[in-house]
C-alpha cells in the first residue's frame, strides 16, 4: 500500500464541481483584486472564528508581520517566540527589526511552555507569539494574563489550527489577534498562498488594510509606507467554498487521530498528549522515538510516507546561530531529534491508518527505555 503523507489533489476532487464555478465566475467577472470574493470571505472567516474582524492578506508570514507593524513593533523591541516553531513565526519578527526571544517548550504538547514565560521579559518586551503548533492550541489563560500584567500584546500564530479550539473558543479569538496561512497544506488551505489576521480591534484591522495595500486608504492617496500583500479573488473564492466542509474535513481528522491514539501501542514510541481543554484540529499527527530513523525507514519500505516537523530549530539554522549560538533550549533541542509525523488528512481512509499501525507495530528495532 502506498500512503502519500497528505493527498491534496484529493480534496479538489472532492469539490471539483463548487471550486470550479466559483473560480470560473472570478475570471468572468473581470475583478481580480480586493474584489467581492475577499470582503465575503473575511466576513464568513471572522465569523467561523468568532471574532468581528478578518483581513485578508497575501500568506501567513505576511499576517503575522503586519500584526506586529501594526502594533508598532520596530527596532530594539523584542518579541516572545516559541522556540520550536516553523520559521516563519520568527521571520516575521526580524521583519520589523525587533529581537525574537525564544522560549522552550513543554515535552508534552510541543507548545510554548506558559511557565517559562516571565523570565523572557525584559523592559523591551512588546510582544508574545503564541504558536498553535500541529493544530493544538496553545495553553492562553496564563499567556493573556501574563501579558496584561506587563501591558504586552498578544499575538496568535494560528497557522496549523484552523478550526482548533481552547476552552470552547476558536482559535483566532484568543488573542489581540491571530495570524493564519492559507498554505495549500493546511487544514483551510488555497490553491497557492494566502492569509488572513482575525482581531476584535478595530483599530488594527483598519491600519492593516492600508498596509497590506500600499499604505493606501483610498486610490492614489498614499498617507503611510505600505506593502502590497493582498489575499487573491480566486484563491478567495476558493476558500470560501473550502470553508463550508472544514469542520466535517476537521472531524475526519479527529477520528483518524483517535484511532492512532487507540492502537498504536509500541514500544518506545511517544503518542501526542492532549489537555482536558483542548480540541485540536490534527493538522499534524507528531509522535517522538529515540529509534526514529529506523521507524521512518520501516514505513518508507512499506510505502508509508512520513515527515520531521521541523527538524532543525529556528535558533540552530544558518540564518540565526550567529546571534543565538550560546542559546540554550533543552527541550526544543532533544525533542527535535525524536519526533516525526505519521500520514493524517481528510482524504485519508481507516484502512490506511490501521496499515500505518500495522507496520509500526511490527518493527522490533524500537528502543523500549524512550
Given at each position: 500500500?502506498?500512503?502519500?503523507?497528505?493527498?491534496?489533489?484529493?480534496?479538489?476532487?472532492?469539490?471539483?464541481?463548487?471550486?470550479?464555478?466559483?473560480?470560473?465566475?472570478?475570471?468572468?467577472?473581470?475583478?481580480?483584486v480586493l474584489g467581492q470574493q475577499v470582503e465575503l470571505f473575511e466576513n464568513?472567516?471572522?465569523?467561523?472564528?468568532?471574532?468581528?474582524?478578518?483581513?485578508?492578506?497575501?500568506?501567513?508570514?505576511?499576517?503575522?508581520?503586519?500584526?506586529?507593524?501594526?502594533y508598532d513593533i520596530d527596532e530594539g523591541d523584542e518579541v516572545i517566540v516559541?522556540?520550536?516553531?516553523?520559521?516563519?513565526?520568527?521571520?516575521?519578527?526580524?521583519?520589523?527589526?525587533?529581537?525574537?526571544?525564544?522560549?522552550?517548550?513543554?515535552?508534552?504538547?510541543?507548545?510554548?511552555?506558559?511557565?517559562?514565560?516571565?523570565?523572557?521579559?525584559?523592559?523591551?518586551?512588546?510582544?508574545?507569539?503564541?504558536?498553535?503548533?500541529?493544530?493544538?492550541?496553545?495553553?492562553?489563560?496564563?499567556?493573556?494574563?501574563?501579558?496584561?500584567?506587563?501591558?504586552?500584546?498578544?499575538?496568535?500564530?494560528?497557522?496549523?489550527?484552523?478550526?482548533?479550539?481552547?476552552?470552547?473558543?476558536?482559535?483566532?479569538?484568543?488573542?489581540?489577534?491571530?495570524?493564519?496561512?492559507?498554505?495549500?497544506?493546511?487544514?483551510?488551505?488555497?490553491?497557492?498562498?494566502?492569509?488572513?489576521?482575525?482581531?476584535?480591534?478595530?483599530?488594527?484591522?483598519?491600519?492593516?488594510?492600508?498596509?497590506?495595500?500600499?499604505?493606501?486608504?483610498?486610490?492614489?492617496?498614499?498617507?503611510?509606507?505600505?506593502?502590497?500583500?493582498?489575499?487573491?479573488?480566486?484563491?478567495?473564492?476558493?476558500?470560501?467554498?473550502?470553508?463550508?466542509?472544514?469542520?466535517?474535513?476537521?472531524?475526519?481528522?479527529?477520528?483518524?487521530?483517535?484511532?492512532?491514539?487507540?492502537?498504536?501501542?509500541?514500544?518506545?514510541?511517544?503518542?501526542?498528549?492532549?489537555?482536558?481543554?483542548a480540541e485540536p484540529a490534527w493538522h499534524l499527527f507528531v509522535v517522538r522515538?529515540?529509534?526514529?530513523?529506523?521507524?521512518?525507514?520501516?514505513?518508507?519500505?512499506?510505502?508509508?510516507?512520513?515527515?520531521?516537523?521541523?527538524?532543525?530549530?529556528?535558533?540552530?539554522?544558518?540564518?540565526?546561530?550567529?546571534?543565538?549560538?550560546?542559546?540554550?533550549?533543552?527541550?526544543?533541542?532533544?525533542?527535535?531529534?525524536?519526533?516525526?509525523?505519521?500520514?493524517?488528512?481528510?482524504?485519508?481512509?481507516?484502512?490506511?491508518?490501521?496499515?500505518?499501525?500495522?507496520?509500526?507495530?511490527?518493527?522490533?528495532?524500537?528502543?523500549?527505555?524512550?
Amino acid at each position: 500500500m502506498n500512503i502519500p503523507f497528505l493527498d491534496l489533489h484529493a480534496a479538489y476532487s472532492e469539490l471539483k464541481p463548487e471550486i470550479d464555478k466559483v473560480i470560473e465566475g472570478v475570471l468572468e467577472s473581470g475583478w481580480y483584486v480586493l474584489g467581492q470574493q475577499v470582503e465575503l470571505f473575511e466576513n464568513e472567516f471572522a465569523s467561523y472564528c468568532g471574532v468581528s474582524r478578518c483581513v485578508g492578506v497575501a500568506n501567513g508570514l505576511d499576517a503575522l508581520f503586519l500584526i506586529l507593524k501594526g502594533y508598532d513593533i520596530d527596532e530594539g523591541d523584542e518579541v516572545i517566540v516559541p522556540a520550536h516553531t516553523f520559521i516563519a513565526t520568527w521571520l516575521a519578527v526580524s521583519r520589523t527589526g525587533a529581537k525574537p526571544v525564544p522560549v522552550d517548550l513543554l515535552p508534552d504538547t510541543y507548545n510554548m511552555d506558559p511557565g517559562l514565560l516571565e523570565a523572557a521579559i525584559t523592559e523591551n518586551t512588546k510582544a508574545i507569539v503564541a504558536v498553535h503548533l500541529y493544530g493544538q492550541c496553545t495553553d492562553m489563560d496564563p499567556v493573556n494574563a501574563l501579558a496584561t500584567r506587563y501591558g504586552l500584546k498578544v499575538v496568535e500564530d494560528a497557522a496549523q489550527a484552523h478550526g482548533a479550539c481552547y476552552r470552547a473558543r476558536r482559535a483566532g479569538s484568543l488573542a489581540d489577534a491571530a495570524a493564519f496561512s492559507f498554505y495549500p497544506a493546511k487544514n483551510l488551505g488555497a490553491f497557492g498562498d494566502g492569509g488572513a489576521i482575525t482581531t476584535n480591534d478595530s483599530e488594527l484591522c483598519e491600519r492593516i488594510k492600508y498596509l497590506r495595500n500600499y499604505g493606501s486608504s483610498r486610490k492614489y492617496v498614499h498617507d503611510h509606507l505600505g506593502y502590497n500583500s493582498r489575499l487573491d479573488e480566486i484563491q478567495a473564492a476558493a476558500l470560501r467554498v473550502k470553508l463550508g466542509k472544514l469542520d466535517e474535513w476537521n472531524r475526519r481528522r479527529d477520528g483518524l487521530a483517535g484511532y492512532y491514539l487507540e492502537q498504536l501501542d509500541v514500544p518506545g514510541l511517544v503518542l501526542p498528549s492532549v489537555p482536558a481543554w483542548a480540541e485540536p484540529a490534527w493538522h499534524l499527527f507528531v509522535v517522538r522515538a529515540k529509534s526514529r530513523e529506523a521507524m521512518r525507514e520501516r514505513l518508507e519500505e512499506k510505502g508509508v510516507e512520513t515527515m520531521i516537523h521541523y527538524p532543525v530549530p529556528p535558533h540552530r539554522t544558518k540564518a540565526y546561530l550567529d546571534d543565538y549560538r550560546d542559546c540554550e533550549l533543552e527541550n526544543t533541542e532533544k525533542v527535535v531529534e525524536e519526533i516525526f509525523s505519521l500520514p493524517i488528512g481528510p482524504h485519508m481512509s481507516q484502512d490506511q491508518a490501521a496499515y500505518v499501525v500495522d507496520q509500526l507495530s511490527e518493527l522490533n528495532l524500537i528502543s523500549s527505555d524512550c
